[in-house]
Structure formats: C-alpha cells, structure tokens
C-alpha cells in the first residue's frame, strides 16, 4: 500500500487559501508512487481546490457527507455532490463530528455505503477521550466503534481508517510512538479478521496532532501507514514537510 498523507482544513479557509492548494500541487508535482497526496478543504472549496490540483498528484476530498444521495435534506451534501464537484475522498466520523453533532457509529455505517454507491474512498476515523483511556477502555472503545462504523461491504471495496485519539486532537498533546503502535496494530488485527486481504491492505492513518517536527517518528511506527493532519496542513511548508518525510 501507499503511505496516505491526508489534510484535514476543518472549518478553515476561503478563496483567498487556494493560493496554499496551489503552492501544495506544485510540491506534489507528479505525485509519488510511494505516498498519496490529499487535501479536505471545506465543500466550499472543493471544485475550485479541485481546479487548483488538476495535472498533479494532489486529490482533493471532502470533510462530511449526508447517507442519502439526493432528497429534501436541506443544508446537507451527498457523495454523489462531492464526487461532481472534484472529491475523491471523504472524511466520515471525525470525532467533532461525532461529539460536536452527536453522529453514532451505526449512522456513519451508512455513510460509508453512500460513499462506496459514489464511487469514492471513505477515510473512516474512530478513537477514545482521555476519560476512556485513563479507565482502560481504548481498546474496547476503539474496536468497538470501528465494528460498528464499517460495513462488511468493506471486505470488497477500498477504505483507509484513522486512529484519532480525541484527547491529542488540538492539544498540543500526542500520544507515544508505543501507545499509537499499540492500538494500530490492534485496529489491523481487527480489520485484517473481519475483511481478509483487504484488511490488511487498508491504510490506517494516525490523525492525533502530527507535525513536521514529530512525522518521523509517528510514520516509523508498524501499522502507521499515513496521518490524517489538521493545522499543519493549513500552510503548504507544513503539509509538504510531512509529504516529504513520508517519501
């Protein structure tokens, strides 16, 4: 598998931040057949993120979608949307989504099956709160998030996972080579025995604060196949930084 070096702007950026898409594909360049590229601006930007990449190895996602295709569900945006407007990816079940908006895993479930009717790739996230770690329940919440969230339609179609210890996520904190190791190599188990080959050879990426200063280390973890970054990939010298290191 490829190394996944995904870039979450979260409720970050407007036209004027395009200029960091643009400076990010021309980084890129060609793309690499080592590591994937892929920025989620907000939806809107999208198309014009979109325009910004073409002829370069930069992809371009989403950050959220509705499980309908289409329908009276004002405000909201399907896959199908995502994929005219230039997505190839979509983030589901971010932890902001999922305490911010109070999304359940049986709910992101059927989000990944929209995403898989679009055509497109699911960057699934699942991880505990400080309180579940300090009683010893990671492991428990974790797996158990991730059964509920994946479909067994996983088993035949492309996913990427990302381990996202909410009490590291805009803290300043992150977690240990050997804590993150623990539980990615807890998520392939599960992922490899519920979904065979594919399992095995879909990216888990760790989306816990990771830096230019700390992606060696994270990224030189077994199982650690990407990052799921936020503010350092705001500015392309970051996110390039990170692009670069994982080469």
């Known amino acids: 598998m490829r190394t996944l070096i995904a870039g979450n702007w979260k409720m970050n950026g407007l036209k004027s931040s395009l200029a960091e898409i643009q400076a990010i594909a021309e980084g890129v360049g060609s793309g690499s057949d080592a590591v994937e590229a892929l920025i989620c601006p907000p939806a809107t930007l999208i198309a014009a993120a979109s325009d910004a990449a073409a002829d ?3 992809q371009i996602g989403a950050q959220n979608c509705h499980a309908a295709m289409s329908g009276a569900h004002t405000g909201d945006i399907s896959a199908a949307m995502l994929k005219d407007a230039g997505a190839s990816h979509i983030i ?3 932890s902001e989504r999922r305490t911010d908006h ?3 895993s049986t709910y992101i479930n059927a989000k990944v099956l929209s995403v898989f009717d679009a055509g497109l790739v699911p960057i699934v996230c699942v991880g505990e709160s400080l309180a579940d ?3 010893g329940l990671t492991e428990k919440v974790v797996l158990g998030q991730l059964e509920a ?3 067994r339609e996983c088993a035949d179609t492309s996913f990427v996972v990302a381990y996202e210890p909410i009490w590291a996520i805009g803290t300043g904190r992150t977690a ?5 190791g623990e539980v990615h190599t807890s998520i392939r188990g599960a992922l490899a025995t519920r979904f065979g080959d594919n399992g095995n050879t879909a990216p888990i990426l760790y989306g816990g604060s990771m830096k230019p200063a700390n992606a060696a280390d994270i990224l030189a973890v077994e199982d650690v196949n990407g990052g799921l970054i936020g503010g350092a990939s705001l500015k392309a010298a970051d996110f390039l930084a990170i692009y670069e290191t994982a080469m």
């Open 176 to 180: 240990t080579p050997a804590q993150i």
């Open 56 to 58: 370069s190895g930069l």
């Open 133 to 135: 770690r300090e009683a």
């Open 102 to 104: 109070g999304e359940l």
């Open 92 to 94: 589901l079940g971010h």
């Open 149 to 151: 969230s994946l479909p």
